[in-house]
């Protein structure tokens, strides 16, 4: 059995984060994970805005983490080399009454500390965003707003988590906890049993299960399903544009995305815990409410729509980050709803403070390194640079996507990283492949091949995520990857 000093259960952006502020202690820290990779719970399936904070209730656990983790993300992305773009953001008001909301967002996001927020008006709204409604009459202007991949920022954590000593198992769902006569946590899994000094629970919408598994909070989760549209690329990617929140949630957004992308982010409604199924009514509120917000947009582009579910604490709407009262060694990151991706690396540090706070013994690892090396994305590469890849090898002018431009040498460099990609889905989020215009219609077949190459098996063992979704039931016709 692998013992561990810290064992974080889930490697979706909050576990990984963690995993990656804690890397830098001289313990030894495992990651287990359910799937058979990185980010594929709720972090795979979300709007990317780093939301900078004047929604939460001031006091709220939510309204501490949100506008830190906003401003730390600068930081985090310049060391872990992922693609953060702070362009600042606005909600669009329409009437006197949307006006008074905007005030009680002004202040909320003062007292959050969320900095610099104001209310505008007339033409300076067209001056931060030349497409928004021309109707509104007032806006919340916040400039520190965001947006990432919320995919490459898990990863990127994972991978420098890895190379600081940080183990990830993946396909290690945890069915099981006891307790040794030592009071350690003897953790059943999948892949085995490991032990754990201190537990960390960042399971997302499993925090209940894992909970009550390891003696702590009878957490009950709800399933707040959110559907979410991605339109292709525009010239110019729209700035977050907001419309007044509803009690529930943000409302319809219209955001850019790090790769030009347009996103229309998300409803809100109650469903069976699993839901990730698209609905029509629920399309047509986003095609609605973003149109609402900009006119032009021609929602005839939408590529793909998806669905994903916010891990809510029943009776609770807020996160739950503490040490567990009832289960002692427990920690808990749960309920981790939105805004979990805008707060993850403030989540990471308060859980670091935690454990300091509990007297657990964390001396400083010499030889740390916060910096990941970024890996290279071809199409992003000068025309210069391109032809010096593919003089050292011919792989890089091998274009398997050609909707994002992916050569066969970056998803090779995808499969090989620590951790790397063990399916379609994971080459897909590492580097893009299929994530385009034609949703991997034309490559598919070609990163099938190249997966099955360099994981060393058959076409019909690759899997296009999870365990059992194998795509190929016969000899693949002869196409060159
Ligand atoms: C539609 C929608 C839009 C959103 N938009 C935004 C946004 O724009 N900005 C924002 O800040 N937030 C947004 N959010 C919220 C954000 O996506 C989540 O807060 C965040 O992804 C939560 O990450 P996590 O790591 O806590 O959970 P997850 O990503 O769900 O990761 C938890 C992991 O734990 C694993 N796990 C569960 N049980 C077990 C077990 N027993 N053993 C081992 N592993 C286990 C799961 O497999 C999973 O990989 C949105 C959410 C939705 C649904």
């Not at 003062?110 to 928004?132: K, M, S, T, W, Y």
Request: charge should be negative.
């Amino acid at each position: 059995m692998q013992r561990y000093d810290i064992v974080i259960v889930g490697a979706g952006i909050t576990g990984c984060a963690i995993a990656r502020q804690l890397a830098r202690y001289d313990a030894s820290i495992a990651v287990i994970e359910a799937a058979n990779d990185i980010a594929c719970g709720t972090t795979k399936a979300n709007g990317g805005l780093v939301h900078a904070g004047y929604d939460p209730a001031p006091g709220t656990c939510k309204a501490s983490v949100n506008a830190r983790g906003c401003a730390l993300y600068g930081q985090w992305s310049r060391e872990l080399g992922f693609g953060f773009n702070r362009t600042g953001s606005m909600v669009l008001g329409f009437s006197e009454t949307d006006r008074e909301h905007l005030e009680h967002l002004l202040e909320n996001g003062r007292a959050n500390g969320v900095p610099d927020l104001r209310i505008i008006q007339g033409d300076e709204i067209r001056e931060h965003e030349p497409r928004a409604n021309a109707d509104a009459t007032c806006a919340l202007w916040c400039p520190s707003t965001g947006y990432v991949d919320p995919f490459e920022v898990a990863i990127a954590a994972a991978e420098n988590a890895a190379a600081n000593g940080v183990e990830f198992h993946r396909g290690a769902r945890l069915d099981g906890v006891d307790r040794d006569d030592d009071g350690r946590f003897i953790l059943h899994t999948e892949a085995g049993d490991f032990s754990a000094k201190t537990l960390i629970n960042a399971a997302g919408n499993g925090c209940g299960e894992v909970s009550r598994m390891a003696g702590g909070e009878p957490f009950e989760m709800v399933w707040r399903q959110g559907n979410i549209a991605v339109l292709d690329h525009e010239e110019t990617p729209l700035m977050p544009l907001y419309p007044i929140p509803t009690p529930v949630s943000k409302g319809v957004i219209v955001t850019g995305t790090v790769h030009g992308n347009t996103v229309i982010t998300a409803t809100a409604a109650i469903r069976e815990a699993g839901d990730t199924d698209t609905y029509a009514a629920d399309v047509n509120e986003l095609l609605e409410g973003a149109r609402k917000l900009v006119p032009d947009l021609d929602t005839r582009r939408v590529v793909r729509t998806f669905a994903g579910g916010r891990a809510v604490i029943k009776g609770l709407n807020d996160f739950f980050i503490a040490p567990s009262t009832l289960a002692p060694g427990l920690f808990q990151a749960a309920g981790i709803q939105s805004p979990g991706v805008a707060s993850a690396p403030a989540v990471a540090e308060r859980m670091d403070a935690l454990l300091h706070e509990a007297g657990i013994a964390l001396p400083e690892k010499p030889g740390w390194n916060p910096l990941r090396e970024r890996p290279v994305d071809f199409d992003s590469e000068s025309t210069e640079r391109k032809r010096a890849l593919i003089e050292r090898d011919p792989a890089w002018g091998r274009i398997v996507c050609r909707c994002e431009t992916v050569p066969e040498a970056e998803i090779v460099e995808a499969i090989h990283r620590t951790p790397g990609a063990v399916s379609v889905e994971g080459v897909k989020r590492r580097c893009r492949a299929g994530m385009g215009r034609c949703q991997s219609g034309f490559c598919q077949s070609r990163v099938v091949r190249i997966l099955a190459r360099e994981l060393g098996c058959s076409p019909s063992d690759v899997l296009l995520e999870d365990a059992g979704s194998q795509i190929v039931f016969g000899p693949l016709k002869e196409v060159q990857a």
